[in-house]
C-alpha cells in the first residue's frame, strides 16, 4: 500500500465517522475494542517467582544503579543541605562569640578604668 493509499484511507474513516456523527448515530467501535461488559483477563506470569536470595540481589543491583544515576544530584542536595545548616551554626557561633567578646572587653575597660581612678585617688590624697 503506498502513502497516498493510507492518507486516502485515513480520510475516507475520518468522512465516514463525520457522515455517522451528522446522521445521529455513533460508528461501531472496532472488533477488537473491549467494552465494559467484557471481562479482560490480566496476562499471566511467565516466569517462577523470585527465591529471596534473587530478590535480594535484585534489590542491590537496582540500589547500585539508582546510585550511579542518581549519585551526582544526590550528592548536590546534600552539601546544599548540610551548607544551609553548617551556615546558620557558624552565624550563631560568631553572634555569640561576638557578645562573649564585647562583655570581656566591657569588663576589662571597667576594671582598668576602676584602677586608674583609685591609682588617680591615692595620687591626690597623697600630694
Same mark, same amino acid.
Do not use: C, N, W, Y
Given at each position: ?12 474513516? %475520518?468522512? @465516514? =465517522?463525520?457522515?455517522?456523527?451528522? &446522521? ?6 472496532? @472488533? ?12 499471566r506470569a511467565l516466569a517462577a517467582p523470585?527465591?529471596? &536470595? /534473587? ?8 540500589? %547500585? ?9 544526590? +550528592?548536590? %542536595?546534600?552539601e546544599a543541605r548540610v551548607h544551609a =545548616?553548617? /551556615? ?7 553572634? &555569640?562569640?561576638?557578645? #562573649? %567578646?564585647?562583655? #570581656?572587653?566591657? =569588663?576589662?575597660? =571597667?576594671? &582598668?578604668?576602676? +584602677?586608674?581612678?583609685? @591609682? +588617680?585617688? @591615692? ?5
Amino acid at each position: 500500500m503506498s502513502e497516498s493509499d493510507d492518507v486516502l484511507g485515513k480520510v475516507d474513516a %475520518l468522512l @465516514a =465517522r463525520h457522515r455517522a456523527a451528522r &446522521a445521529g448515530r455513533q460508528p461501531d467501535p472496532p @472488533a477488537d475494542f473491549p467494552v465494559l461488559t467484557e471481562v479482560v483477563e490480566a496476562p499471566r506470569a511467565l516466569a517462577a517467582p523470585l527465591s529471596d &536470595a /534473587e530478590l535480594a540481589r535484585l534489590e542491590k543491583e537496582l540500589r %547500585l544503579q539508582l546510585l550511579e544515576l542518581l549519585g551526582g544530584e544526590l +550528592e548536590r %542536595l546534600v552539601e546544599a543541605r548540610v551548607h544551609a =545548616r553548617i /551556615e546558620a551554626k557558624v552565624k550563631e557561633i560568631a553572634a &555569640a562569640a561576638g557578645r #562573649e %567578646l564585647e562583655a #570581656e572587653v566591657r =569588663r576589662a575597660v =571597667r576594671e &582598668a578604668l576602676g +584602677e586608674v581612678i583609685a @591609682a +588617680e585617688i @591615692a595620687r591626690l590624697r597623697g600630694a
